[in-house]
């Protein structure tokens, strides 16, 4: 009994903190995406949301696939009480983190990088500004090595606070003093903004984190070379993904103008928020679904996951009728006129994102659980299947065929998975309906 009130308390608690968090962080970005429409041309805002992408990737490699991964690291030793080697284990993933991003932020900064990078973005303003992108990498690449500690050790405040709120807040009220009082806004304007706000929110984040941990550190080590070992399977898994999910506007970018890739990337960007529910469950899940599992109570956390992916089953389906009705007003109030002519591919993103959120978390189940390699292997297959698709599909159809390449990706990835998850591990992660009519009543039994 004393283990179920744990679990829900654990869960109304981290999921207040995480939807707050969520809500906030989705608000603050949507207003910095808004002020930067204003603030750049089109053509300028297609090529920072290349840059973001290309930051993006960067942050994938740099943490060695040990944003997710030390979370399983800090659940499995907390699940038995063994404090100090979890203080390790953190020490351990920012000792690799550094390294790799040093290491990355060299190969990037050389000539060959600063090629590579107009190569396959097709101008040379990327590689006129790598330095800063670098910076960028860094900070966020650490950031997301503090926000995941926290959630190792079940702290869903702290790591809603720190994994990117504050520097939504930071970015959004900069970008709002640039509108009002700067005369020339720049791309690296935009790219120095994000950066400081980053950073911003690294330091204090940071500060938190070494009180929390506290000088059990100091008491045990973890072998560097093992926690290494341990995150290049997730890394990989985070390679598979991004392109599943970012490569697309890339295709897009080498075959079609700015102002096309302004427009894919303003609704990417926008429809990430029909999937805001899944987020934040899966801010709160993950260290539960480590420890239920470790323990080998599997009905638990299927029952877990299938709750609370049921819970948003019919917000998900609203939105996306929203969007399918209003979709080029919405478009043409947060962006400007000119985007509302990006209807249909957030349409057809929408539709992608609505499959995400019905499948509910089998990526976290499956990276929770030890099969780290078979995430790999279906986001490695979803990734060439929605690839193939855009490399057809920019070319003959520009922004609506790479957002049908991102959809067929994300879809063939969150079925392939959650099949997997079923067939293999016996537990069902998808969401249903009729779930939400005993936890309905036993809600109001109450």
């Known amino acids: 009994m004393s283990n179920k009130v744990s679990l829900k308390s654990r869960l109304l608690s981290g999921g207040a903190w995480a939807f707050s968090g969520r809500i906030i962080s989705s608000v603050a970005t949507l207003g910095a995406n808004v002020l930067l429409a204003r603030l750049l041309s089109p053509e300028a805002m297609g090529t920072y949301f290349l840059a973001f992408s290309a930051v993006s990737i960067f942050v994938i490699i740099a943490q060695w696939g040990l944003g997710k991964g030390v979370v399983k690291l800090i659940a499995s030793e907390m699940a038995t009480e063994n404090t100090a080697r979890a203080a390790a284990a953190v020490k351990s993933a920012f000792s690799i983190v550094i390294i790799v991003s040093l290491v990355l932020s060299v190969l990037i900064y050389s000539p060959a990088g600063r090629m590579f990078l107009s190569k396959v973005s097709g101008t040379d303003v990327l590689a006129s500004i790598v330095g800063m992108l670098c910076v960028w990498m860094f900070a966020l690449a650490l950031q997301s090595i503090v926000r995941e500690s926290f959630r190792g050790y079940h702290d869903i405040r702290m790591a809603s606070i720190f994994g990117g709120m504050l520097t939504a807040i930071f970015s959004v009220l900069l970008y709002l003093y640039a509108w009002g009082y700067s005369e020339k806004f720049e791309l690296i304007d935009a790219v120095q903004i994000m950066v400081l706000a980053t950073s911003i929110n690294l330091i204090i984040g940071g500060?938190?984190?070494?009180?929390?941990?506290?000088?059990?550190?100091?008491?045990?080590?973890?072998?560097?070379?093992?926690v290494f070992v341990f995150g290049v399977p997730l890394m990989l898994t985070n390679i598979a993904l991004f392109a599943t999910r970012e490569l697309h506007i890339w295709i897009l970018a080498f075959y079609q103008p700015e102002t096309e890739v302004a427009l894919y990337g303003a609704s990417l960007r926008l429809i990430l928020l029909l999937a805001l529910p899944l987020l934040i469950i899966n801010a709160v899940i993950p260290s539960m679904v480590a420890d239920m599992y470790s323990q080998k109570q599997y009905q638990r956390v299927q029952n877990l996951l299938q709750k609370t992916a049921s819970i948003i089953i019919i917000p998900a389906i609203f939105a996306f009728i929203v969007i399918v009705v209003y979709g080029a007003e919405i478009l043409g109030l947060v962006y400007g006129s000119s985007y509302a002519e990006a209807y249909a591919p957030f349409v057809i993103l929408a539709f992608g994102q609505l499959i995400n959120v019905l499948t509910g978390s089998p990526g976290i189940l499956l990276t929770m659980s030890g099969h780290e390699r078979v995430a790999f292997k279906t986001a490695l297959f979803s990734s060439v299947l929605g690839l193939v698709t855009s490399l057809i599909g920019a070319q003959l159809y520009g922004a609506n065929?790479?957002?049908a390449g991102y959809t067929v990706g994300i879809i063939a990835n969150n079925m392939a998975m959650s099949l997997y998850c079923w067939n293999k591990l016996s537990i069902r992660t998808y969401g249903n309906i009729m779930l939400l009519v005993p936890m309905i009543k036993s809600f109001k039994s109450r």
């Open 401 to 403: 065929g790479a957002a």
């Open 207 to 226: 500060i938190f984190l070494k009180k929390k941990i506290g000088r059990s550190i100091l008491r045990q080590h973890t072998e560097i070379s093992k």
